[in-house]
């Protein structure tokens, strides 16, 4: 923010995860496993296997994209009124009656307006992009001091290999990313100039399905 001063930039990295466990496991289904001739063929042979990632969230900064340090340096921060942040699940639209936004991750009023005025926490540096009206200066807020929504995510699959000679094989594959179609949010709009400040408005993808045939010689 100010390149005479990089101790004002000291915070969490980008990719700051504090918790993370990816766990997989892999099931030979007994069904039929055994079984000679057609039966065994068929319905014998199947294999499960599954991926199941919980993690918390990245780090997001909150910041003013209106220059009102008035330097031109980009990632300008707001100031700090003090309070405790409070972070709800965005499903449950909690701040919709003070931004007038859905799937809020904190409460963003204020956003947009000259000064933030609304906000609880965070306030604008004046009430324009000139110093006549207070603007010039950094505010005091740090970077990415807190962090987004955290991922809970199982991918699923279902594969069955058909041999038919010694060296001919054939592999039949199901799967299913994100198979519960648990919603994964992105970060929230973090800029304080935004109508939108404290909105989330993008997720990763729903469950995806994919079948898939390969043959071996």
Known sequence: MNPFNATRDIGNCDTDVR????????Y???FFKDQPGFLGRVFGGFQISTV??????????IFDN????????GDDRPNYLGGTVV???????SYYSTTNNENNYFDGAGGGTADGAGNPYFARVGSGGSVAQGAGYYGNFGRNVFHGPGELNTDLSLSKN???????SLTLRAEAFNF??????????????DPTFGQ?????????????????F
């Open 180 to 193: 519960f179609n648990h919603t994964q949010f992105y970060n929230p709009d973090g800029d304080i100039a």
């Open 87 to 93: 972070f709800v699940d965005p499903r449950s639209n």
């Open 19 to 26: 918790q993370s466990y990816v766990g997989s496991a892999v």
């Open 28 to 30: 030979q289904l007994p």
């Open 52 to 61: 199941v990632t919980i993690q918390g969230g990245i780090p997001f900064d």
């Open 162 to 168: 058909i041999r038919f000679f010694e060296n001919q």
């Open 66 to 73: 209106g220059d009102r340090s008035l330097t031109g340096a």
């Open 200 to 216: 989330i408005s993008t997720a990763r993808n729903a469950r995806l399905v994919q079948v898939s045939l390969q043959y071996r």
